[in-house]
């Protein structure tokens, strides 16, 4: 399978800028996929955190099975909220775990009788969900958002209520060392398509959801075992991708299989092991 590997320049530029920025805000929020935390998680963005307080928000938890992640974080002493931030619900929890993540920094400010809002910095690698959570406490559209990887190109300050929140670039590690991981962010939608061999990556989610996940592809597609080629081409015999002389469209069966995954259409998921986590350096 070829290496897995995207830094734009883009991304290096927006890492400076956040390191510039971060004196400006009280606490930090790293968004993650619920789905998988550990290869959605840039170990560098940690490096300049600085000793402000840090809330782990497992975004998308609605296509996760993301309990054994959550209790990991926590037993660990990170705080951390699994959220969907499509999901008007979320709001409250959400807003009540910021609100605990800065209360240090709310009880000086009162003892100064400094009226601001907090400051918060939004950070995570690219289509975990930033921007939409952003808009979730906002109230309404004010960040821009897309459903693939690298919308937002340049720093946007959002007022949220009691809030002031920094949305940024998504931002990926400058190499991917653990291809496992790197694979798992491609199947997400974490990294741009247009630099991967999209036939490797499908073929190679539908061999781990048969593994690990089975359920969905049988309610799916009807699959119930098989080689991936095999199991991409029952997918385009159901979905009815057939080109003349009846051969199967693989080209539009890989596509489906991504753009069900992400919609959650083959069920929930969890891709990541706890051990990942640690691997990571997020426990």
């Known amino acids: ?29 790293f968004v993650l996929d619920a789905r998988c935390p550990a290869a959605s998680f840039n170990r560098r ?29 926590t037993e660990s002493g990170k705080r951390a909220i699994a959220v969907n931030a499509g999901d008007k619900r979320s709001v409250r929890p959400l807003t009540h775990a910021m609100e605990e993540l800065a209360a240090a920094r ?26 939409t959570l952003i808009n979730l406490l906002a109230g309404g559209r004010k960040a821009v958002t897309g459903d693939k990887a690298g919308v937002t190109r340049a720093k946007q300050w959002v007022k949220c209520g009691a809030f002031e929140l920094m949305d940024t670039p998504g931002t990926m590690p400058p190499s991917c060392e653990n291809q496992t991981l790197a694979r798992r962010l491609a199947y997400v939608g974490s990294i741009n398509d247009d630099i991967l061999e999209i036939d490797e ?13 089975p359920a969905g592809l049988k309610e799916r597609y009807g699959i119930e075992g098989g080689t991936p ?46 051990d990942d986590l640690k691997d990571a350096g997020l426990i």
């Open 1 to 29: 399978m070829k290496v897995i590997q995207w830094y734009p320049g883009h991304m290096a530029k927006a890492m400076r800028m956040m390191a510039d920025n971060l004196t400006l805000c009280d606490a930090v929020v």
């Open 106 to 131: 709310i009880s000086r400010n009162r003892e100064k009788g400094v009226v601001r809002p907090l400051r918060f910095l939004v950070a995570g690698v690219p289509n975990t969900g930033k921007s």
């Open 229 to 274: 080629l095999e199991m991409l081409e029952a997918v385009c015999k159901r979905m009815g991708f057939l080109l003349r002389g009846g051969e199967p469209d693989y080209v539009r069966g890989e596509r489906t299989v991504l753009d069900d995954f992400r919609k959650g259409r083959l069920g929930r998921t969890a891709l990541d092991r706890v």
């Open 201 to 213: 990556i499908a073929l190679a989610l539908l061999e781990e959801l048969a593994e690990r996940f």
């Open 45 to 73: 963005l940690t490096d300049m955190v600085c000793g402000k307080p840090v809330l782990y928000v497992l975004n998308k938890a609605d296509l996760a099975l993301a309990d054994a992640y959550l209790n990991a974080l």
